[in-house]
């Protein structure tokens, strides 16, 4: 199975620092990111996903470097990341999805994109992937829930269950 995370809210909270990159303000950004963690549990699911032999990819609208930045820093078992410099067009165009799936040479139907917008959804389903709606990062739940996500899960243990059954 390929798994195909967003990363911010999803892997980590950038939420207090999402106004330094829209100023580009990229020094400072890179400082404030490195100061942040990862959302509880997610180090553990990756770790857990990728010895239950899934490739793993990171699918962000922001600069590859920060979610390489983070792969790095924690260690994270990543196969791949695909970042905004590789792609150009915003969810839900699935060209970033089909991009880490070329890169990991997997198929969309043995694939699940993990995600908290709407937009993932979209280009989840677009792309022929299955949708995973990560609602604890989600800045609207009843909105995710209602763009008909594959699956919706509120924790990232319930997630990690998920994964660990596939």
Not at 3 to 13: E, I, K, T, W
Not at 16 to 27: K, N, P
Not at 53 to 72: C, D, E, W, Y
Request: hydrophobic share 45%.
């Amino acid at each position: 199975m390929t798994l195909l995370f967003d990363f911010d809210q999803v892997l980590v909270d950038t939420v207090r620092i999402s106004g330094l990159r829209t100023a580009r303000d990229w020094a400072t950004y890179r400082r404030e990111l490195a100061q942040l963690r990862p959302v509880d549990g997610i180090s553990e699911l990756l770790t857990l996903s990728k010895a239950r032999g899934h490739k793993l990819a990171i699918v962000t609208q922001s600069p590859g470097f920060a979610p390489t930045l983070f792969a790095r820093k924690e260690n994270w078992p990543i196969d791949a990341i695909v970042g905004w410099h590789d792609y150009r067009r915003r969810k839900p165009d699935p060209k970033c999805l089909l991009v880490a799936l070329r890169k990991l040479q997997a198929t969309p139907a043995e694939s699940y994109h993990i995600g908290d917008l709407p937009a993932d959804t979209e280009a989840a389903r677009r792309a022929g992937i299955g949708a995973i709606a990560a609602a604890w990062a989600a800045p609207d739940k009843a909105a995710l829930r209602a763009s008909r996500p594959d699956h919706f899960f509120e924790t990232v243990e319930e997630l990690s269950e998920f994964i660990a059954d596939l």
